[in-house]
T-cell receptor, first 114, second 115 residues
Framework: KNQVEQSPQSLIILEGKNCTLQCNYTVSPFSNLRWYKQDTGRGPVSLTI?????NTKSNGRYTATLDADTKQSSLHITASQLSDSASYICVVSDRGSTLGRLYFGRGTQLTVWP | DAGVIQSPRHEVTEMGQEVTLRCKPISGHNSLFWYRQTMMRGLELLIYFNNNVPIDDSGMPEDRFSAKMPNASFSTLKIQPSEPRDSAVYFCASSGGDRGNEKLFFGSGTQLSVL
């Protein structure tokens, strides 16, 4: 069964600290993996999209890594800011499918305290 | 571009009433998706259109739900009759195509509360 599991479910860190969010998936065959940021009361916004051949991709202070062999991804946030408080959702697509076949994780709720 | 526009932002209705959610995709995008998000189940795809044609509606929970896309710039999701278990945030998203590597752009959602 194709699944996407994220950990931790929630995380609290102090402003300025780094953190890493985890995503494990069983989707096969794999096509790409996306990280989305969802602010409270807003829709998800794409942070990164990584294909099978990419093992790291950055977007400002956000760096995503992908290990397609172990089917794991992480999202590292550097020098966190209050505006990083949001839910971070991992989404996986299987090969050859359309956007109608995306597998969503339940998200990690990140809270950054001053 | 203003992005994907959804209306209303909030909807409170009584059980049994008809509810219509509206979406305007990003201009030039030819794929449109309706999602529902709840605490229990996260984001779930309800239906998606490609070039105004419904491609996959297997996520629509039951006959009370229907969706239309009469033209490339407008779509509706209708619930009739509504039930309390339909309470959720409904998102519309659009993309330039429906291939698996396309970028997906979400609207701000409609928070639906059925009393």
């Amino acid at each position: 069964k194709n699944q996407v599991e994220q950990s931790p479910q929630s995380l609290i860190i102090l402003e300025g600290k780094n953190c890493t969010l985890q995503c494990n998936y069983t989707v096969s065959p794999f096509s790409n993996l996306r990280w989305y940021k969802q602010d409270t009361g807003r829709g998800p916004v794409s942070l990164t999209i990584m294909t099978f051949s990419e093992n790291t991709k950055s977007n400002g202070r956000y760096t995503a890594t992908l290990d397609a062999d172990t089917k794991q991804s992480s999202l590292h946030i550097t020098a966190s800011q209050l505006s990083d408080s949001a839910s971070y959702i991992c989404v996986v697509s299987d090969r050859g499918s359309t956007l109608g076949r995306l597998y969503f994780g339940r998200g990690t709720q990140l809270t950054v305290w001053p | 571009d203003a992005g994907v526009i959804q209306s209303p932002r909030h909807e409170v209705t009584e059980m049994g009433q008809e509810v219509t959610l509206r979406c305007k995709p990003i201009s030039g995008h030819n794929s449109l998706f309706w999602y529902r998000q709840t605490m229990m189940r996260g984001l779930e795809l309800l239906i998606y259109f490609n070039n105004n044609v419904p491609i996959d509606d297997s996520g629509m929970p039951e006959d009370r739900f229907s969706a239309k896309m009469p033209n490339a710039s407008f779509s509706t999701l209708k619930i009739q009759p509504s039930e309390p278990r339909d309470s959720a945030v409904y998102f519309c998203a659009s993309s330039g195509g429906d291939r698996g590597n396309e970028k997906l752009f979400f609207g701000s959602g409609t928070q639906l509360s059925v009393l």
